[in-house]
């Protein structure tokens, strides 16, 4: 057995590749073209990558607008009704602003994300389900919008899945969903 630090002994790049390799070589590079080409159109047709729509904003910027959302809307039960279809939320060491809030189970809300300090994962999931969830990011800079629509009622749970600190552990917010919002 040759050394791999040596060259092989013999002209090995001279030999011709045999048969039943050039067919494995052509079936891999034909799969890997089939996966990349149905990547791409998943991401572009599929409905499990929200994409939305990202604007550069100052921290001061937004915290003015966290605060205007929350004095115009109402409260229920300790939670934020929304006043409109916009519901904004910013990370800030160790939780988020505009959480606990109260949606309408079958609309379309618009989640306005950002962060004030650190980066922060936005992870939203069932309350009785582990296997299904969302994961976004809260960049400070940054407020992405993005559009969700909840079609069962429960509580959903928002959890920072990017350590952000010591607290990073108790970061946790919560989404009521229910039939009917009546304030």
Known sequence: MGSPIKP????????????????????????SMILFGWMSLWTRIGDQNPIGETYDVSTEEYQEKVESYREEAETLDGSIVPPSDDIYVAGIRFQWRGLPVVVETGKTYKFHISSYDVQHGFSIRPEDVLSQHTNLLALPGYE???????????????ICN????????????????RDEVNV
């Open 8 to 31: 092989p002994d013999e002209d090995w790049w001279d030999v011709p590749v045999n048969r039943r390799e050039s067919i494995w070589l052509g079936l891999s590079v034909a799969w």
């Open 144 to 158: 992405w919008v993005i559009e969700m629509e909840f079609d069962e009622p429960g509580t959903y749970h928002v």
């Open 162 to 177: 990017e350590f952000c600190g010591v607290g990073h552990s108790s970061m946790h917010g919560v989404i009521e969903v």
